[in-house]
Antibody, heavy 116, light 106 residues
Framework: EVQILESGGGLVQPGGSLRLSCVASGFSFSSYWMHWVRQAPGKGLVWVSRIKNDGRVTTYADAVRGRFTVSRDNAKNSLYLQMNSLRAEDTAVYYC?????????WGQGTLVTVSS | EIVMTQSPATLSVSPGERATLSCRASQSISNNVAWYQQKPGQAPRLLIYGASTRAAGIPARFSGSGSGTEFTLTITSLQSDDFTLFYCQQYSIWPWTFGQGTKVEI
């Protein structure tokens, strides 16, 4: 059974940092591109970042480029998102997903709230 | 970036009827479209990829069609479990982008 579990969300002040983690099981993690997708309260889905299966290629949405860093550890079946200089508009549920183009598997998400 | 426009925003149908959801891309994206279902408080679930290929375990009442800029998700014989949100997504050009969603309601 495929399982993806995100963690690390919480309440942070504007300008602060958080590190999200995602642990996967039930599929060949090291074979998949991995993604972070976010959803602001009551809003739609927005791609944040992706990382190639070997970790050598990363891409970011314009809204987070220079502030967020995606990484992975295939030995631990884990994906990470380091988020710095957080803004109120980064408030969202952050989902971890697996898939080279479409997303085959999704985690349940972790809520990040940026507020003073 | 490519803008995906879904219509209608809300679709009112009755159980057992057919629902037709549309998605238009701002430029041609071949058949690089996926459809997802999202229930309240849950993660999205992949329904369709390649515009028309059902994902594993997806019932045959879900079907997708289209290419270029116009895409359709059809749900035949709607069941109570189908009254929720649906999103289209393009994966032709990064950044991947989603439509704003169509809510299917009774």
């Amino acid at each position: 059974e495929v399982q993806i579990l995100e963690s690390g969300g919480g309440l942070v002040q504007p300008g602060g940092s958080l590190r999200l983690s995602c642990v996967a099981s039930g599929f060949s993690f090291s074979s998949y591109w991995m993604h972070w997708v976010r959803q602001a309260p009551g809003k739609g889905l927005v791609w944040v970042s992706r990382i190639k299966n070997d970790g050598r290629v990363t891409t970011y949405a314009d809204a987070v480029r220079g502030r967020f860093t995606v990484s992975r550890d295939n030995a631990k079946n884990s994906l990470y998102l380091q988020m710095n200089s957080l803004r109120a508009e980064d408030t969202a549920v952050y989902y971890c997903g697996a898939g080279d183009t479409w997303t085959d598997y999704w985690g349940q998400g972790t809520l990040v709230t940026v507020s003073s | 970036e490519i803008v995906m426009t879904q219509s209608p925003a809300t679709l009112s149908v009755s159980p057992g009827e057919r629902a037709t959801l549309s998605c238009r891309a701002s430029q041609s994206i071949s058949n690089n479209v996926a459809w997802y279902q999202q229930k309240p408080g849950q993660a999205p679930r992949l329904l369709i990829y390649g515009a028309s290929t059902r994902a594993a375990g997806i019932p045959a009442r879900f079907s997708g069609s289209g290419s270029g800029t116009e895409f359709t998700l059809t749900i035949t014989s709607l069941q109570s479990d189908d009254f929720t949100l649906f999103y289209c997504q393009q994966y032709s050009i990064w950044p991947w982008t989603f439509g704003q969603g169509t809510k299917v309601e009774i």
